[in-house]
Protein backbone atom coordinates (compact mmCIF):
# COMPACT_ATOMS: atom_id res chain seq x y z
CA UNK A 1 0.00 0.00 0.00
CA UNK A 2 1.30 3.16 -0.90
CA UNK A 3 1.64 6.29 2.02
CA UNK A 4 2.30 9.56 2.20
CA UNK A 5 2.60 11.25 5.43
CA UNK A 6 4.26 14.58 7.60
CA UNK A 7 8.50 14.19 7.87
CA UNK A 8 9.08 11.73 11.15
CA UNK A 9 9.84 13.79 13.90
CA UNK A 10 12.72 11.98 16.71
CA UNK A 11 12.82 13.42 19.87
CA UNK A 12 15.75 11.87 21.24
CA UNK A 13 18.61 10.34 19.12
CA UNK A 14 22.17 10.33 20.31
CA UNK A 15 24.16 9.29 16.98
CA UNK A 16 23.54 8.04 13.34
CA UNK A 17 25.34 6.14 10.94
CA UNK A 18 28.69 5.83 12.78
CA UNK A 19 28.58 9.58 13.66
CA UNK A 20 28.68 10.42 17.38
CA UNK A 21 26.93 13.56 18.45
CA UNK A 22 28.15 13.03 22.03
CA UNK A 23 31.92 13.16 20.97
CA UNK A 24 33.98 16.07 21.36
CA UNK A 25 35.44 15.17 18.29
CA UNK A 26 32.19 15.17 16.44
CA UNK A 27 32.63 17.78 13.23
CA UNK A 28 29.95 19.30 11.31
CA UNK A 29 30.25 17.33 8.13
CA UNK A 30 29.67 14.53 10.10
CA UNK A 31 26.85 15.75 11.65
CA UNK A 32 25.34 16.46 7.97
CA UNK A 33 26.28 13.10 6.86
CA UNK A 34 24.21 11.44 9.63
CA UNK A 35 21.15 13.68 8.92
CA UNK A 36 21.24 12.65 5.29
CA UNK A 37 21.29 9.11 6.48
CA UNK A 38 18.34 9.68 8.61
CA UNK A 39 16.17 11.48 5.98
CA UNK A 40 16.30 8.43 4.06
CA UNK A 41 14.40 6.39 6.77
CA UNK A 42 11.48 9.53 6.59
CA UNK A 43 12.88 11.62 9.64
CA UNK A 44 12.85 15.62 8.37
CA UNK A 45 13.51 17.21 12.59
CA UNK A 46 15.19 15.60 15.21
CA UNK A 47 16.43 16.41 18.60
CA UNK A 48 20.07 16.01 18.29
CA UNK A 49 20.48 14.01 22.27
CA UNK A 50 23.68 14.95 24.73
CA UNK A 51 23.45 13.04 27.59
CA UNK A 52 25.42 12.98 31.04
CA UNK A 53 28.72 14.58 30.84
CA UNK A 54 31.24 16.85 31.82
CA UNK A 55 30.19 20.49 31.16
CA UNK A 56 33.42 20.63 29.17
CA UNK A 57 32.02 17.79 26.49
CA UNK A 58 28.88 19.01 26.55
CA UNK A 59 30.13 22.37 25.66
CA UNK A 60 32.35 21.13 22.76
CA UNK A 61 29.31 19.05 21.18
CA UNK A 62 26.33 21.28 21.73
CA UNK A 63 28.48 23.96 19.96
CA UNK A 64 29.31 22.27 17.20
CA UNK A 65 25.65 20.65 16.36
CA UNK A 66 23.48 23.71 17.07
CA UNK A 67 25.97 25.42 14.70
CA UNK A 68 25.46 23.06 11.75
CA UNK A 69 22.77 25.42 9.14
CA UNK A 70 20.47 22.28 8.81
CA UNK A 71 16.71 22.67 9.17
CA UNK A 72 16.32 19.09 10.53
CA UNK A 73 17.59 20.64 13.64
CA UNK A 74 15.06 21.42 15.77
CA UNK A 75 17.47 21.99 18.88
CA UNK A 76 18.86 19.85 21.50
CA UNK A 77 17.50 17.20 23.74
CA UNK A 78 19.29 17.41 27.21
CA UNK A 79 19.08 14.13 28.94
CA UNK A 80 20.94 14.49 32.11
CA UNK A 81 23.57 15.56 33.74
CA UNK A 82 20.78 15.53 36.29
CA UNK A 83 19.29 11.88 36.89
CA UNK A 84 19.35 9.22 39.19
CA UNK A 85 23.29 7.88 40.14
CA UNK A 86 21.73 4.55 40.52
CA UNK A 87 22.93 1.66 39.21
CA UNK A 88 19.77 0.52 36.66
CA UNK A 89 18.11 3.71 36.91
CA UNK A 90 21.14 5.70 35.66
CA UNK A 91 21.22 3.18 32.44
CA UNK A 92 24.71 3.75 30.42
CA UNK A 93 25.07 7.34 32.10
CA UNK A 94 29.00 7.65 33.25
CA UNK A 95 28.06 7.84 37.27
CA UNK A 96 31.57 9.91 37.71
CA UNK A 97 29.01 13.63 35.69
CA UNK A 98 25.46 12.69 37.44
CA UNK A 99 25.39 15.69 39.61
CA UNK A 100 22.28 17.90 41.46
CA UNK A 101 20.15 20.25 39.10
CA UNK A 102 21.35 23.51 38.81
CA UNK A 103 19.69 26.94 37.37
CA UNK A 104 23.36 28.17 37.15
CA UNK A 105 24.68 24.76 35.57
CA UNK A 106 21.51 24.85 32.84
CA UNK A 107 22.20 28.69 32.24
CA UNK A 108 26.17 27.49 31.14
CA UNK A 109 24.70 24.42 29.01
CA UNK A 110 22.12 26.43 27.87
CA UNK A 111 24.47 29.35 26.51
CA UNK A 112 26.88 26.64 24.81
CA UNK A 113 24.33 25.80 22.56
CA UNK A 114 23.44 28.80 21.51
CA UNK A 115 19.85 29.33 23.76
CA UNK A 116 18.34 26.23 21.39
CA UNK A 117 17.60 23.59 24.40
CA UNK A 118 14.34 22.26 23.83
CA UNK A 119 13.72 19.46 25.92
CA UNK A 120 15.76 18.44 29.60
CA UNK A 121 15.23 14.71 31.10
CA UNK A 122 16.29 14.70 34.36
CA UNK A 123 14.95 12.83 37.93
CA UNK A 124 12.92 14.92 40.23
CA UNK A 125 14.42 12.98 43.22
CA UNK A 126 17.76 15.16 42.85
CA UNK A 127 18.40 18.16 44.93
CA UNK A 128 17.17 21.10 43.17
CA UNK A 129 14.91 19.50 40.44
CA UNK A 130 12.17 21.17 41.18
CA UNK A 131 13.17 24.44 41.18
CA UNK A 132 14.94 23.69 37.79
CA UNK A 133 11.69 22.20 36.53
CA UNK A 134 9.85 25.71 37.41
CA UNK A 135 12.74 27.70 35.62
CA UNK A 136 12.75 25.30 32.47
CA UNK A 137 9.24 25.78 32.04
CA UNK A 138 9.10 29.28 32.50
CA UNK A 139 11.59 29.74 29.81
CA UNK A 140 9.74 27.59 27.34
CA UNK A 141 11.68 24.28 27.57
CA UNK A 142 9.60 21.18 28.03
CA UNK A 143 11.10 19.06 30.53
CA UNK A 144 10.88 15.14 30.66
CA UNK A 145 11.01 12.79 33.66
CA UNK A 146 13.80 9.83 33.57
CA UNK A 147 16.36 8.03 34.32
CA UNK A 148 14.87 7.57 37.76
CA UNK A 149 14.03 5.71 40.91
CA UNK A 150 11.42 8.60 42.56
CA UNK A 151 8.51 7.89 44.92
CA UNK A 152 5.17 8.74 43.91
CA UNK A 153 5.22 12.20 45.88
CA UNK A 154 8.44 12.90 44.16
CA UNK A 155 6.98 12.41 40.57
CA UNK A 156 3.64 14.39 41.65
CA UNK A 157 5.84 17.18 42.65
CA UNK A 158 7.68 17.18 39.19
CA UNK A 159 4.08 17.06 37.37
CA UNK A 160 2.77 19.90 39.40
CA UNK A 161 5.95 21.95 38.89
CA UNK A 162 5.63 21.50 34.97
CA UNK A 163 7.25 18.39 33.60
CA UNK A 164 4.96 16.79 30.61
CA UNK A 165 7.05 13.83 29.22
CA UNK A 166 8.17 10.38 30.40
CA UNK A 167 11.54 9.92 28.27
CA UNK A 168 11.98 6.40 26.95
CA UNK A 169 9.10 4.92 29.57
CA UNK A 170 9.88 1.45 30.95
CA UNK A 171 13.59 1.91 30.43
CA UNK A 172 15.75 4.15 32.82
CA UNK A 173 15.29 2.04 35.75
CA UNK A 174 16.17 0.29 38.04
CA UNK A 175 15.85 -3.62 36.98
CA UNK A 176 14.19 -4.67 39.99
CA UNK A 177 11.10 -2.59 40.93
CA UNK A 178 7.86 -3.05 43.55
CA UNK A 179 4.88 -4.21 42.10
CA UNK A 180 3.28 -0.94 42.95
CA UNK A 181 3.63 1.86 43.35
CA UNK A 182 7.03 2.17 40.69
CA UNK A 183 7.37 5.04 38.56
CA UNK A 184 5.91 3.47 35.40
CA UNK A 185 2.89 3.29 36.90
CA UNK A 186 2.86 6.70 38.28
CA UNK A 187 3.59 8.01 34.64
CA UNK A 188 0.99 6.05 32.67
CA UNK A 189 -1.40 7.28 35.28
CA UNK A 190 -0.43 11.00 35.09
CA UNK A 191 -2.97 12.42 32.68
CA UNK A 192 -0.72 15.86 32.41
CA UNK A 193 2.11 13.39 31.19
CA UNK A 194 2.90 12.07 26.86
CA UNK A 195 5.15 9.12 27.18
CA UNK A 196 7.97 8.32 25.09
CA UNK A 197 8.84 4.47 23.73
CA UNK A 198 11.61 2.76 22.10
CA UNK A 199 9.87 0.13 20.38
CA UNK A 200 12.47 -1.96 19.36
CA UNK A 201 11.64 -5.13 20.81
CA UNK A 202 15.56 -4.77 22.68
CA UNK A 203 13.79 -1.86 25.14
CA UNK A 204 10.92 -3.24 25.98
CA UNK A 205 8.77 -6.47 24.75
CA UNK A 206 5.97 -6.17 22.67
CA UNK A 207 3.44 -6.62 25.00
CA UNK A 208 4.45 -3.66 26.89
CA UNK A 209 4.47 -1.84 24.17
CA UNK A 210 1.05 -2.76 23.27
CA UNK A 211 -0.07 -2.26 27.18
CA UNK A 212 1.39 1.21 26.82
CA UNK A 213 -0.05 1.98 23.77
CA UNK A 214 -3.24 1.28 25.34
CA UNK A 215 -2.96 2.68 28.46
CA UNK A 216 -1.93 6.04 27.50
CA UNK A 217 -3.49 6.12 23.93
CA UNK A 218 -2.28 6.79 20.69
CA UNK A 219 -2.41 11.05 20.69
CA UNK A 220 -0.27 10.76 23.98
CA UNK A 221 2.26 8.53 22.62
CA UNK A 222 5.13 9.64 21.16
CA UNK A 223 7.98 6.67 18.93
CA UNK A 224 11.83 7.88 19.59
CA UNK A 225 14.63 5.97 18.36
CA UNK A 226 17.14 7.07 21.30
CA UNK A 227 19.53 5.66 18.75
CA UNK A 228 23.41 5.84 18.87
CA UNK A 229 26.05 5.76 15.98
CA UNK A 230 25.36 2.30 15.50
CA UNK A 231 21.69 2.90 13.66
CA UNK A 232 22.11 2.50 9.75
CA UNK A 233 25.28 0.19 10.08
CA UNK A 234 25.13 -3.14 9.22
CA UNK A 235 24.47 -5.55 11.42
CA UNK A 236 27.39 -7.39 13.65
CA UNK A 237 29.62 -7.14 16.61
CA UNK A 238 31.08 -3.51 16.94
CA UNK A 239 31.95 -1.16 20.08
CA UNK A 240 30.87 2.54 19.70
CA UNK A 241 31.21 5.00 22.43
CA UNK A 242 28.69 7.17 23.46
CA UNK A 243 29.54 10.13 26.09
CA UNK A 244 32.76 8.51 26.15
CA UNK A 245 31.44 5.00 27.58
CA UNK A 246 32.33 2.02 25.10
CA UNK A 247 29.16 -0.38 24.01
CA UNK A 248 28.43 -2.95 21.90
CA UNK A 249 25.99 -3.66 19.00
CA UNK A 250 25.26 -7.47 18.62
CA UNK A 251 24.04 -9.52 15.92
CA UNK A 252 20.41 -9.18 17.19
CA UNK A 253 20.77 -5.72 16.95
CA UNK A 254 20.90 -5.22 20.64
CA UNK A 255 22.66 -2.18 22.07
CA UNK A 256 24.35 -3.13 25.61
CA UNK A 257 27.36 -2.11 27.98
CA UNK A 258 30.03 -4.98 27.36
CA UNK A 259 29.12 -7.64 29.90
CA UNK A 260 26.32 -6.05 31.61
CA UNK A 261 22.67 -6.46 31.39
CA UNK A 262 22.34 -2.39 30.45
CA UNK A 263 20.81 -1.18 27.53
CA UNK A 264 22.86 1.80 25.68
CA UNK A 265 20.66 3.45 23.35
CA UNK A 266 19.84 1.50 20.46
CA UNK A 267 20.46 1.09 16.62
CA UNK A 268 16.31 1.59 15.57
CA UNK A 269 15.47 3.70 12.82
CA UNK A 270 12.14 5.40 13.18
CA UNK A 271 10.83 3.91 10.21
CA UNK A 272 10.94 0.73 11.93
CA UNK A 273 9.57 1.82 14.62
CA UNK A 274 6.73 2.60 13.27
CA UNK A 275 6.62 -0.78 11.83
CA UNK A 276 7.20 -2.22 14.85
CA UNK A 277 4.43 -0.33 16.91
CA UNK A 278 1.79 -0.97 14.68
CA UNK A 279 2.98 -4.87 15.01
CA UNK A 280 3.41 -4.84 18.65
CA UNK A 281 0.43 -2.75 19.65
CA UNK A 282 -2.47 -3.57 16.82
CA UNK A 283 -2.58 0.14 16.26
CA UNK A 284 -3.20 0.99 12.32
CA UNK A 285 -0.13 2.49 10.28
CA UNK A 286 -1.67 5.62 10.12
CA UNK A 287 -2.08 5.78 14.11
CA UNK A 288 1.54 4.81 14.03
CA UNK A 289 2.39 7.15 12.20
CA UNK A 290 1.19 10.33 13.93
CA UNK A 291 3.10 8.84 17.18
CA UNK A 292 6.64 9.61 14.96
CA UNK A 293 5.25 12.62 13.23
CA UNK A 294 2.23 15.14 14.33
CA UNK A 295 2.27 14.12 18.22
CA UNK A 296 6.22 14.98 19.02
CA UNK A 297 5.83 17.92 17.34
CA UNK A 298 2.92 18.99 18.74
CA UNK A 299 4.21 18.25 21.84
CA UNK A 300 7.03 20.87 21.16
CA UNK A 301 4.96 23.36 19.16
CA UNK A 302 6.16 23.07 16.07
CA UNK A 303 4.83 21.23 12.72
CA UNK A 304 6.32 18.28 11.05
CA UNK A 305 8.70 19.52 7.98
CA UNK A 306 7.98 17.91 4.49
CA UNK A 307 6.16 15.10 3.33
CA UNK A 308 7.03 10.90 2.97
CA UNK A 309 6.34 8.78 0.19
CA UNK A 310 6.23 5.10 1.06
CA UNK A 311 5.58 1.43 0.76
CA UNK A 312 3.62 -0.17 3.80
CA UNK A 313 3.10 -4.15 3.35
CA UNK A 314 1.09 -5.17 6.03
CA UNK A 315 1.55 -9.04 6.00
CA UNK A 316 4.96 -8.31 6.81
CA UNK A 317 4.99 -5.32 8.63
CA UNK A 318 7.49 -3.55 6.42
CA UNK A 319 7.68 0.34 5.69
CA UNK A 320 10.07 0.95 3.02
CA UNK A 321 10.73 4.97 3.01
CA UNK A 322 10.71 5.57 -0.96
CA UNK A 323 11.14 9.71 -1.22
CA UNK A 324 11.40 12.60 1.28
CA UNK A 325 10.27 16.04 0.26
CA UNK A 326 10.89 19.24 2.25
Known amino acids: MRLEFPGLFDLQVNGFAGIDFNSREVAADGVIQALERMRSTGVTRCLPTLITSSFEDFAASARVLMGVDDAAIAGLHMEGPYISPMDGARGAHAREHVRPASIEDFKRRLEASNGRIRLVTLAPEVPGAIALIEHLVDAGVRVAIGHTAADPSEIAAAIAAGATLATHLGNGCAQMLPRHPNPIWELLAADEVLISLIADGQHLPGSTVKAMV??????????????????????GRFTFTIGG?????????????PGSPYLAGSALTLDRAIANTVRFAGVSIEQAVKMASTVPAEYLGDAPAGTVSADWDESRHELHVLAVRE
Open 214 to 235: RANGEARTILVTDAIAAAGCAP
Open 245 to 257: VECELREDGRVSL
